[in-house]
């Protein structure tokens, strides 16, 4: 080749020696030194994190909810103060209500100095627990204890609060119109304690949120529309009055009246409900049934021959019974008695079929001295005497008294009260006003003056096992305006 043809160097520029590159290092020996050096950095770090550190929390450590890596002890010991105070204050919340307590009042009791040492330790004790704070966290739990039973009176208070019975609705029943208007259903609630006492607990062993959510079950109302039936059920049912049969005329409950009476009726713990009856308005109706148709027995009258025996004076009185022949004036009567609990039962039966008539069930009181028995006495076993002044008023309130109570007989074992034989004195039954003690003064007063009849009487068999109605013994006390006036 030419020298023309060949390439030629710029001037200038050095010539290109060409190098030879270095023989690299063995796999081996890079491994080697790649281990070294991060045996080097893992060892090297938690030195150095602990001598940063000292006298400080070390990184990733965390109270509670509350984090106090790089804390000072002081620092962490006046937090940890604070989050174990008795008085700290919690917030309960649940159900539309925020209810308070202390921490102290639920039953915490906190170790302060405990918390602290472990605060302090946390990420120290192994060669390499220093670098745990740079991966993640650790908590620290409150070193305390709960009380169980301080525990477990402050969720029974919250429930006590919070929990809420289900109603099933109702119906308000215009008695004038008696159009039924629809009062919506409730579901009820409760806490559910046994989660809760856990949540609480725990949040008063970690400490950091003030909120404790209230966990609570609620029920499903009775739907509107069931209960819109029920009132076109009782509309239905109130077209008719109720009849109470068997004791006598009927007793007519109206439909006014059976407007007050008429209720919603829950079941299933209030998720479920029936036409029935308000309680408190039954148990008037079936009292006011009880009042109008129960029958006092009344025991057979006699007639018999006055005995008398004057006493004048004071000093004792022996008296021994006297043969005498009685007459039977008039036959003793049985009683009848409104069974009031079981009235109840057949009045809720009846609306819960929508029947308009109920039997009133009854118990039958047998009178006290039947005409057999009164026909058996047969002898006087004392009298009573006082003598009066004719022409004054208290006379005819005397006479008419004794008359009211003429022939009744005293069954052995039994007592005689005045006022409940006579009743009430009054100008019907044929009582004037004459005088009468009250208190320390002598006023006017209807009936006045027959204090002067015996009050009460007790009688007793001659012997136990005895028949005859004639009692061995009678006390009567009285009480006289005048006690020097005296007539029988």
Sequence with gaps: MSSEGRSRRPSGQPRHVPTRAKPRRPAWQRLLVGAGVLCLVIVGVPFAMRGLYSGQAMPGTKVGDEDVSGKSEAEVRRMVERLGDPERRLNLTGGGRTLRVSAGGAGLSADVAGTVDAVMDAHRGGLLSPLGGLAGSTTIQLSASVDAKRLADTV?????????????????????????????????????????????????????????????????????????????????YLRRPLRLTGAGKDYVVTPAKLADLIAVEPLDGGRKARLGVDTAVLSKLTAAVAEARD??????????????????????VAWKPKPAKVTVRSDGRSGLDVDVKGL????????????????????????????????????????????????????T??????????????????????????????????????????????????????????????????????RSMRPSRTRCSSTATRPAARRR
């Excluded at 109840?344 to 039966?349: A, E, L, S």
Aim: proline content about 8%; hydrophobic content about 35%.
């Design 156 to 236: 029974d208070q919250v429930a006590k609060v919070l929990d809420r019975a289900p109603y099933a609705g109702g119906l308000s029943i215009d008695s004038s119109t008696l159009v039924a208007t629809v009062v919506p259903a409730r579901a009820g609630r409760t806490v559910r304690k046994a989660a809760f006492t856990d949540a609480l607990r725990q949040r008063l062993l970690n400490p950091g949120s003030t909120v404790v959510r209230i966990p609570l079950s609620t029920g499903t109302p009775v739907s509107a529309e069931k209960l819109r039936s029920l009132g076109d059920d009782a509309e239905a």
């Design 397 to 466: 309130n005397i006479h008419r008294i004794a008359d009211s109570v003429d022939g009744t007989i005293i069954a052995p074992g039994e007592q005689f009260s005045l006022n409940g034989i006579a009743g009430e004195r009054t100008k019907a039954k044929g009582y004037v006003e004459a005088p009468f003690i009250a208190g320390n003064k002598i006023e006017p007063s209807v009936g006045g003056g027959v204090s002067s009849s015996p009050r009460r009487c007790t009688t007793r068999r001659t012997s136990p096992g005895s």
């Design 344 to 395: 109840n039962g057949r009045i809720r039966t009846a609306i819960h079929s929508g029947s308009h008539t109920a039997k009133v069930p009854t118990k039958v009181r047998e009178a006290p001295v039947s005409r057999s028995a009164a026909r058996k006495i047969d002898s006087v076993i004392g009298t009573f005497t006082t003598y009066h002044p004719p022409g004054q008023p208290r006379v």
């Design 295 to 316: 029958r006092a027995p009344r025991s057979a009258a006699i007639s018999a021959p006055a005995t008398a025996q004057t006493v004048d004076g004071k000093g004792a």
